[in-house]
């Protein structure tokens, strides 16, 4: 009896860790579609076309033994080591706070490009130079964090990314320098002592930060956009159309069910992003009619590197044939692309 009762022990204990412990690995697998008017509202108009706009995502969990092993025998999900999601330099918050500045750096580019394309003016305001992650060992490790925004240094307000770039190349190893930021809505000061910057061989004095432009955008009329649960940038290009479809008399849509994918770039190309296969899956599933795909260049010296590489439009279109789907796939290089593709739509 005793050893039967130690042998479900065990059989538990296994069965456990199988289904609970987290390994250092994720899991892809295709997600869904969402309507992109429950996310955008443009001031004074309405999301009334026939058809609908969606954007697309992809699933990703952290992998147990159990999900591991069920993984490999799964056609469409994909296993992958943790430093292909995440930089080897930077924590799960600071993750999950560039995921955030991703998207909020889209949103900004699809209003501006948007409101660009409608004939509309906007205003751009500098907000300051956003800390992506801090390195371990740095001079500012434990005194600044991921998503602190600095305003000035030694007193001088930040008016670009450059400016702090300017100001801390005199610097030397062991010089203090004074640092305002915003955290939390709150505005706080430090004095900083500059060290080498970690994992460089350059021997520079800096704060050692990695970081980024952080821009706010206003516009008449005013654009709201809700997407506190969706990271990253690929949802930009279906921001952008959706935000024009209100800005416009027209229905862009013609009565379609439209879903697509890309990262909105400010000079209105649309960039290449991961997981394309499985967001077309996806939207095959939730019976899109029509998918956009970036139709992003390779570079022959990337091909050379990497020659199993192909653009999102190629991998798009040869995963829509082995789903054997009637969803068109429309190659775009620039927003243009879409909205000229849209207008030459025959309305349903």
Avoid at 85 to 112: G, T
Wanted: hydrophobic content about 40%.
């Amino acid at each position: 009896m005793k050893k039967k009762i130690s042998i479900y022990v065990v059989l538990l204990v296994v069965i456990c860790f199988s289904m609970l412990y987290r390994l250092d690995a994720y899991i892809m697998k295709p997600g869904s579609a969402y309507d992109v008017s429950k996310f955008v509202t443009v001031d004074s108009k309405e999301a009334d076309s026939v058809g609908s706009l969606s954007l697309m995502t992809v699933a990703m969990q952290q992998a147990t033994p159990f999900t591991y092993a069920w993984a490999k025998l799964q056609k469409y999900q994909k296993l992958m080591d943790i430093e292909q999601v995440r930089n080897p330099l930077e924590d799960d918050e600071e993750y999950n706070i560039r995921q955030l500045k991703l998207m909020s750096d889209s949103q900004f580019n699809a209003k501006y490009v948007a409101f660009q394309r409608a004939g509309l003016e906007t205003r751009i305001q500098f907000n300051g130079v956003f800390i992506l992650n801090v390195l371990d060992g740095g001079a500012s490790d434990g005194i600044l964090k991921a998503g602190d925004e600095i305003i000035e240094v030694d007193g001088q307000e930040i008016t670009s990314q450059q400016m702090l770039v300017d100001l801390l190349t005199p610097k030397q190893l062991g010089d203090q320098v004074s640092i305002q930021f915003i955290r939390n809505e709150e505005q706080q000061q430090v004095t900083i002592t500059l060290k080498e910057i970690p994992n460089t061989k350059e021997h520079r004095a800096g704060l050692g930060i990695s970081y980024t432009e952080s821009k706010a955008i206003e516009t008449t009329p005013k654009v709201t956009m809700k997407t506190e649960d969706i990271g990253g940038p690929s949802a930009g290009l279906m921001f952008t159309l959706e935000i024009l479809d209100q800005l416009l008399d027209e229905d862009l849509t013609r009565g379609y069910a439209i879903a697509g994918t890309g990262e909105m770039l400010v000079d209105g190309s649309v960039g290449r992003i991961g997981g394309i296969d499985y967001k077309v899956i996806a939207a095959d599933r939730d019976g899109m009619e029509i998918f956009f795909a970036p139709d992003d260049e390779i570079s022959e010296e990337i091909k050379a590197k990497h020659p199993e590489l192909e653009s999102n439009y190629a991998t798009a279109v040869k995963t829509a044939k082995e789903i054997d789907t009637k969803m068109k796939i429309v190659p775009v290089k620039t927003v243009d692309d879409a909205i000229d593709y849209l207008r030459q739509l025959q309305p349903k």
